[in-house]
T-cell receptor
Framework: SQTIHQWPATLVQPVGSPLSLECTVE??????LYWYRQAAGRGLQLLFY??????ISSEVPQNLSASRPQDRQFILSSKKLLLSDSGFYLC?????????????FGEGSRLTVL | RKEVEQDPGPFNVPEGATVAFNCTYS??????FFWYRQDCRKEPKLLMS???SGNEDGRFTAQLNRASQYISLLIRDSKLSDSATYLC???????????FGRGTSLIVHP
């Protein structure tokens, strides 16, 4: 079965500082990968998804970026954080084969921008 | 109109009660349907998939109504541990993007 590792689990960053969140996947090859953000009391907002190495699609305009340097590695970055970037960031993956559509999530990274 | 809509609740029910949630979706090409459970400050976890014929897992029953474009989740004999947010997830056929509803909050009290 798939396992999603995501880190760091918690971080507090000042406005204007850079960000790097990392996610790795075990137990499957060539997964679709996703970054979601969940603001307090809100639903999950899709930020980026990737269907292969180097292939990134962005769902919303923002000061965040994503990269997929390896098949099972997905990175979320920012050069300068904003207060509005605070939230709970979740990395997720689903398999191509079998394509059940089920998403597996990492444990999340809770970001507070001060 | 949002693609996937849920009543945010909270649904406040006593232990032992039966409670049902609905989730409506707007895209008739939707093909995959799931219910996820999310505990406070945790990641969502799959509760159950929703099949055209409906499916049941213990106290949980999920149904799909394609004509009216909604899925439902029924929880029987509610337990305190069922308290959580229940997320509806829908994927359009041929799309890579699962779409989440905002979730329905359930609080089961003694």
């Amino acid at each position: 079965s798939q396992t999603i590792h995501q880190w760091p689990a918690t971080l507090v960053q000042p406005v204007g500082s850079p960000l790097s969140l990392e996610c790795t996947v075990e137990g499957t090859s060539n997964p679709n990968l996703y970054w979601y953000r969940q603001a307090a009391g809100r639903g999950l907002q899709l930020l980026f998804y990737s269907v292969g190495i180097g292939q990134i699609s962005s769902e919303v305009p923002q000061n965040l970026s994503a990269s997929r340097p390896q098949d099972r590695q997905f990175i979320l970055s920012s050069k300068k954080l904003l207060l509005s970037d605070s939230g709970f960031y979740l990395c997720a993956a689903n398999t191509i084969t079998p394509n059940t559509g089920e998403l597996f999530f990492g444990e999340g990274s809770r970001l507070t921008v001060l | 109109r949002k693609e996937v809509e849920q009543d945010p609740g909270p649904f406040n029910v006593p232990e032992g009660a039966t409670v049902a949630f609905n989730c409506t979706y707007s895209n008739s090409a939707s093909q995959s349907f799931f219910w996820y459970r999310q505990d406070c400050r945790k990641e969502p976890k799959l509760l159950m998939s929703v099949y055209s014929s409906g499916n049941e897992d213990g106290r949980f029953t999920a149904q799909l109504n394609r004509a009216s474009q909604y899925i439902s989740l029924l929880i029987r004999d509610s337990k305190l541990s069922d308290s959580a947010t229940y997320l509806c997830v829908v994927t359009v056929g041929g799309s890579y993007i699962p779409t989440f509803g905002r979730g329905t909050s359930l609080i089961v009290h003694p």
